[in-house]
């Protein structure tokens, strides 16, 4: 988990994270999002709008926000 909440070093101006499991529940939080339920609920259903076989990844980066629809393996998200 460590090497995970590591990312957010390089994110510019951050000011809380969440990491959430595939089921939604919050696995590390921090700053102003730190026990924010009802923001990772919200996040939660943002990203699985679809059925059971696709995942929504969203990504921002450079100003944009990107979206892929991915299948979902039995296994895990990545």
């Known amino acids: 988990m460590k090497s995970l909440v590591k990312v957010f070093d390089n994110v510019s101006d951050c000011v809380g994270y969440l990491i959430m499991n595939e089921d939604g529940s919050i696995e590390h939080n921090h700053g102003d999002l730190q026990n924010n339920e009802n923001a990772a609920n919200l996040i939660y259903k943002m990203i699985f709008f679809s059925n059971d ?10 100003h ?13 998200i990545a």
């Open 64 to 76: 944009r926000i990107y979206v892929a629809k991915r299948r979902k393996e039995s296994s895990t």
């Open 53 to 62: 076989h696709y995942v929504d990844c969203i990504s921002c980066a450079n």
